[in-house]
């Protein structure tokens, strides 16, 4: 009943729900996007038509991916204004801009090039088709970094200084190029590349297992292992270098993400906790796992160099849920490292040639084990999603805002009842996506489809 009547509570919640549900659907337009314009590049290099077969195939789920996109996206901007009027009339000369930016640079063009990706094959060249499918990369790409500025800009603050309760800007380069900007932008990019290169490699692996078109799916089974023999270690190696910066731009929030309770005196290394249970009462962890010494030799690089404990900040400084932000905090790298060792182990097998089309068909368990990879990458995104914003808290805008200053003064039943709403509108809108995307995949890709007289004459000349 408490939650009911917490108006905070209840914003909170909605804006965590309708966040986290929505990034599920960029996350995949654009890596999708990119893979798409490489099928094209491909294509028309080549002239081999199951590259034009799979571009087909695969624009109809970026079609109905971006469809949903949209739809789960805008109630996320009138939000800042109806349960979140103060923060926007403290942050809108420059949160708005951005945001304004987003959607004239990078919405737009997406958008407005989509309908010529999409449906322009008789009736544009394949240079003005190839260029509208990587407008549509491009403005996709483009979303994510004006969203991840704007994001990070709330992290690390910059550009200007508070006056009267609102953010006077100062210098719009220093806001948009954060502290946290180039970190936060180009880690959330890879993953938007890495859960694609998983999706589409499952549901090729699945394709294959039903002994359906297997020749035809082994080409975009290889050409995502190429992808992921770049992408996952990459990852690891932004994931890590992301986790340094926070400890120098946000050190409490990293003190709480590493449930790293006491400041380790001179000559003593900061044991890093594989597993525990953080006790924010208790202000320590009431089990705990440890490593020594690793916790100052990821952070320092050396062995005793000092990390800064949560009890070192006043603890209404403190993030709240501290179990949720530990184990998010570390689902995410588990499934980071889970995913390194399974692209690792398909490009061994691909070395030894155990992936040839002879033989791919009797690696059932590995095929499998990428149709299960499907979901993880949406779940190390979204765990990377509760990390950064429950991490930021009890700020809404980090050391200059409180959340709890944040709020529009609106009664919790109004709150609720919108809640309410969300949560049936948008569980419809996924068995929306989950009927129209089975169907596209038991219909699987046109063999019999053939390029126009125009795109092969293209191909030809290329």
Known sequence: MELLTDSLLLARLQFAFTALFHIIWPVLSIGLSLFLLLLEILWLKTGDVDYYRHLRFWIRLFLLNFVIGVVTGLPLQFEFGTNWAPFAKAAGGFFGSVLGFEATMAF???AGFLGIMAFGWNRVSPAIHLFSTAMVAVGASLSAFWIMSANAWMQTPAGGHMVDGSFVIESFSQAIFNPNMPIAVSHMWLACLETTLFVIGGISAWYILRRREGAFFLKSFRLVLLGVLIVTPLQILLGHSSSIALFEQQPIKAAAVEAHWQTNPPDTG???????WPDQEAQANKWSIEIPNALSLLVTQERYGEVKGLRDFPRMDQPPALPLLYYSFRIMVVIGFYLFFLAGWSLWLWYRGNLSSHHIGSRK???????????LGYIAVECGWI???????????YGLLRTVDSASPLPAATIAASLVGYVVIYTILLATFIVFARRILEAGPDMALQPTSQHSDQCEAG
Do not use: N, Y
């Open 387 to 397: 990390v950064r914003e429950v991490g930021r808290q009890p700020w809404a805008i």
């Open 108 to 110: 737009m063009l997406e």
């Open 365 to 375: 368990g590995l095929l499998r084990l990428w149709v299960a990879a499907i979901p």
């Open 270 to 276: 900061a044991a890093w906790s594989l597993l525990a």
